[in-house]
């Protein structure tokens, strides 16, 4: 049974930043790809941000020179540093994997970001 577990969100203050940790039970290298989406109450769900086993990255206009997602192969985990943090950046996130392409993904249990004053 493959797990993703989120780490990081919490409460922080516009301007802020945080760092959310998805830690895979299998090898994150054996990923395809793994991403970042959040769903903000009211909202559908929506990719933040993606980086594929080579390292390709792509980001959602929202996230783009703000968010920067990193993998780190030796800890199976994979980053979202998330800077200049705004309200509407409040949302659950949830990490994504996938073996491939057109395999079905695999999705952790969401950890809550708070953007506030």
């Known amino acids: 049974q493959v797990q993703l577990v989120e780490s990081g969100g919490g409460l922080v203050q516009p301007g802020g930043s945080l760092r959310l940790s998805c830690a895979a039970s299998?090898?994150?290298?054996?990923?395809?790809?793994v991403g970042w989406y959040r769903r903000a109450p009211g909202k559908q769900r929506e990719m933040v941000a993606s980086?594929?086993?080579?390292?390709?990255?792509n980001y959602a206009d929202a996230a783009w020179g703000r968010f920067t997602i990193t993998r780190d192969n030796a800890e199976n985990t994979v980053y979202l540093q998330m800077n200049s943090l705004k309200p509407e950046d409040t949302a659950v996130y949830y990490c994504n994997g996938q073996f491939s392409p057109v395999t079905q993904p695999y999705w952790g249990q969401g950890t809550q970001v708070t953007v506030s004053s």
């Open positions: 299998e090898r994150i290298f054996s990923f395809y790809s």
């Open positions: 980086i594929t086993r080579g390292g390709r990255t």
